[in-house]
């Protein structure tokens, strides 16, 4: 069975400062998606990334990056200069190829200080 | 905003109730999930509607039940509610079956059983 894990449970950092949440999968599966959710105070889950399996390259999306390395079975999420807008859970997801539902990790909350 | 509404936003009931959340997926998306979020479990898939048709099961009670009718809104009927049904269950849709598609989350419904 596949399962998604986000050792920390929470993390706080002030403003400006860099941070990076860590998620690590396992499975069996070869081909597999993993996600990345945030969930602001308002409790909706606003989708942040999806990567393939088969895509090892990392992602830059402005102050976000993602680093997927199969080899560790990791696929770690960066906020460069954090901004108080930043808080909120982030959670972890991966969902197997021919599977319907996404498993998710504990999340974690982050909170940048002002 | 994703596309994807929930009603109610908020509901308190008593144990033994029986309630019903309703779910509107995003335009042209056949897919629609349940998911629910409490303290003890995380976030767990429920079930999944493909088109009218359940297409797989979770960790589902056989207490609860759903349904996609054929404007594709969903309905998730929780019945013989107790208190550790409390939660926050959330609807996602997605535009079809392929797993790499993303699943969008509408705003949850927080449900509390006293």
């Known amino acids: 069975a596949q399962k998604v894990t986000q050792a920390q449970t929470e993390i706080s950092v002030v403003e400006k400062e860099d941070v990076t949440l860590d998620c690590v999968y396992e499975t069996r599966d070869t081909t597999y998606y993993l996600f990345w959710y945030k969930q602001p105070p308002s409790g909706e889950l606003v989708f942040l990334i999806r990567r393939n399996s088969f895509d090892e390259q990392n992602e830059i999306s402005g102050r976000y990056s993602w680093n997927f390395q199969k080899s560790t079975s990791s696929f770690n999420f960066t906020i460069t200069a954090s901004q108080v807008v930043d808080s909120a859970v982030y959670f972890c997801a991966l969902r197997l190829f021919g599977n319907e539902k996404l498993t998710f990790g504990t999340g974690t909350r982050l909170t940048i200080i002002p | 905003d994703s596309g994807v509404t929930q009603t109610p936003k908020h509901l308190i009931t008593a144990t033994g109730q029986r309630v019903t959340l309703r779910c509107s997926p995003r335009?042209?998306?056949?897919?629609v999930y349940w998911y629910q979020q409490s303290l003890d479990q995380g976030l767990q898939f429920l079930i999944q509607y493909y088109n009218g048709e359940e297409r797989a099961k979770g960790n589902i009670l056989e207490r609860f039940s759903a349904q996609q009718f054929p404007d594709l809104h969903s309905e998730l009927n929780l019945s013989s509610l107790e208190l550790g049904d409390s939660a926050l269950y959330f609807c996602a849709s997605s535009g079809g079956t392929r797993a790499y598609n993303e699943q969008f989350f509408g705003p949850g419904t927080r449900l509390t059983v006293l």
């Open positions: 335009s042209g998306d056949l897919s």
